[in-house]
Each structure stands twice: as C-alpha cells, then as structure tokens.
C-alpha cells in the first residue's frame, strides 16, 4: 500500500513565524502536491513537484514556498505565517505519468494564533 | 459553472440502505474518475479509480460513470455506520496528473 506521511497531526504557531510542514512518501512516486482544505472551498492546490528540485505553483501559492531535495521528501514553507493560512494541509503523491490518482497523507491541522 | 459539482448535504440515511453520490461535470476531456472517502480529521482515501463509461464494482461500493451526460455516481450498498464520512469526486484528463475535485458530499448512516 501507498504511505504518505505527514510529520505532524497538530500544530500551533504564532503570527510572522517561519512554519515547515514535511511530507515523506514511501512509493518512489515521482510527482507530489501540497493542499489546503477549507470547509466550503474545497481541496485548493498550493504547489506541485514533478522531480526532485522541480516545483511548481498551484492556485494559492501566495506565501508558501516549496522544497524538494530529495525524490521521497516534499515540504511545505510557510514564509511569514498568517492567521488566514490557519488550515488543514494535505499532502498527495501519484506514479509519473498522466493519469494517475493521487494518494493522500492523513493531513496536518495548523493553527496560527 | 464549476468545472465539477457535488452537492454538499449533508446526507442521512439508516443503516442498510443504499445510498447514491453523485458529481456532474462540464470538461468533456475528463476521461478518468475517482471516489474517495474522507473521514473526518483524516485524509482522503482512494476508493474507486475508474476509465470510461459503464460500471465497476468493489465490495459494497459501485462507481458509475454516464459520459455522454457528465455524470458519475458512486453507489453503497448495505450502508453501514462506518460508512459515515465525506465522498469526493476527482477527475482527470488523459496525460494530466491534478485532478480536478468536488467539494465533496457529507454522509451520515445512522444506526
């Protein structure tokens, strides 16, 4: 089975803080995404990364930034946290080529106080 | 118009009855469709990877798919209470790796 997690459930941050979110797949999948999810709006995408050291932004990328060193490991930089970025992020990853489903880490619930 | 609509609900039902989800779309080159089931406080599952129109079927669960009305269901047969979670729809395009997805229909199976 496909496993992807996320380092942590739970988090509590304060306003202009630097906040990493890390996300580990265990699938050798080459493509990963980060999402937000807001009741109501949905699953939003924030970046995506088809290669080590590629990224790309998706919709809402505005104050995230993306790293990705190594193929497995994809994180998630929030450069100056926000209160509108208290969200549950999630994170997905999919075999290389079109088509292929996404599979989902458990996510991470970030407040920013 | 969004490109994928799911109605919200949230939808009750008792315990063994069937139940239908169901997701329209607008983009006529989503040819690939997936059902995924999100308990709460939890990320979604993947439970239904479909191509094409017609039927496939998985235990208790059935994903439909009508392309020449836009339309897909996903159908739970003998629901159960641990059936209670939200259902999102997703779709792709051939060649394309982000899904486009419902907002996802909330479903509660009461004993």
């Known amino acids: 089975d496909v496993k992807v997690t996320q380092s942590s459930r739970y988090l509590v941050k304060r306003t202009g803080e630097k906040v990493f979110l890390e996300c580990v797949q265990d699938?050798?999948?080459?493509?990963m995404f980060w999402y937000r999810q807001d009741p109501g709006l949905g699953l939003r995408l924030i970046y995506f990364?088809?290669?080590?050291?590629?990224?790309e932004k998706g919709d809402i990328p505005e104050g995230y930034s993306v790293s990705r060193e190594k193929k497995e490991r994809f994180s998630l930089i929030l450069e100056s946290a926000s209160t509108n970025q208290t969200s549950m992020y999630l994170c997905a990853s999919s075999s290389p080529g079109g088509a292929q489903p996404q599979h989902f880490g458990d996510g991470t619930r970030l407040s920013i106080l | 118009q969004k490109e994928v609509e799911q109605d919200p609900g949230p939808l009750s039902v008792p315990e063994g009855a069937i139940v239908s989800l169901n997701c329209t779309y607008s983009?006529?080159?989503?040819?690939?469709f997936m059902w995924y089931r999100q308990y709460s406080r939890k990320g979604p599952e993947l439970l239904m990877y479909t191509y094409s129109s017609g039927n496939k079927e998985d235990g208790r669960f059935t994903a439909q798919v009508d392309k020449s009305s836009k339309y897909i269901s996903l159908f739970i047969r003998d629901s159960q209470p641990s059936d209670s979670a939200t259902y999102l729809c997703a779709m792709l395009s051939g060649g394309s790796y982000i899904p486009t997805f419902g907002r996802g229909t909330s479903l509660i199976v009461h004993p």
């Open positions: 983009n006529s080159a989503f040819q690939y």
């Open positions: 990364s088809y290669d080590v050291k590629m990224k």
């Open positions: 699938m050798d999948h080459e493509n």
